[in-house]
């Protein structure tokens, strides 16, 4: 299945300029490029099929790679990235990593990774198959949260990549198999009060 890929997004806040006109009144000019931006670059996550012989799955693990670009005005102390699953406002984080950064303006990544049960509204149960032959295809609404920080932890930019991707469980059938192999002797007892043989 085919990677979900997020285009380019970007938002920012434009900031002014003020400058003395042939009058000596001040004037205020918007400035065309924004002032703080926080792009995410890229928001890979790919939709996978387990196959089990009982149709039975414990859990799938979600991983993401997550690329950003940011550019700000103030001295920056850290980026930080949430792995989030569930739908708009009951999205639940199940990863959370960070990293130093240094400078107004550059770029980063994170590789992100845990168990989908670790969030509340899914299950194991979620992706059993009943019957042989069958399948189940849970489709999970997946978002990455980046946000650029301060020296004092404040949030200078932030964005949120989002993704949907389908995990499905097939239930193959096979039964498991145990083969017994026995090599042995007759052995006699003659009486009652004879040892045992063997």
């Known amino acids: ?17 003020v400058a003395l006109t042939t009058s000596g ?3 205020l000019t918007r400035l065309s490029a924004p002032a703080r ?3 995410v670059t890229s928001f890979e996550i790919d ?39 569930g739908p708009g406002n009951d999205r ?27 969030a509340e509204q899914y299950d194991s149960s979620d992706f059993d198959v009943a019957d042989p032959g069958d399948t189940t295809t849970v489709t999970v609404d997946v978002a990455a949260r980046v946000d650029v920080r301060g020296l004092g932890d404040t949030i200078l930019a932030a964005e949120t990549a989002k ?8 239930h193959t059938g096979k039964e498991p ?22």
């Open 1 to 17: 299945m085919k990677p979900t890929t997020i285009s380019r997004r970007q938002f920012g806040i434009a900031a002014g300029s």
């Open 25 to 27: 009144a001040v004037a």
């Open 37 to 39: 931006a926080l792009e």
């Open 47 to 85: 939709g996978a099929t387990y196959e089990a012989d009982d149709g039975q799955l414990y859990t799938p693990w979600l991983s993401a790679t997550v690329e950003y670009d940011y550019r700000v005005n103030d001295d920056v102390g850290e980026a930080r990235a949430l792995l989030m699953v």
């Open 92 to 118: 639940e984080v199940i990863d959370m990593v960070s990293q130093p950064i240094s400078g107004r303006e550059g770029t980063g990544s994170f590789d992100m990774a845990a168990p989908l049960i670790d």
């Open 163 to 170: 993704a949907t991707v389908a995990i499905e469980t097939v």
């Open 177 to 198: 198999e145990v083969v017994v192999s026995v090599v042995g002797a007759v052995a006699f007892q003659g009486d009652a009060s004879d040892p045992p043989p063997v």
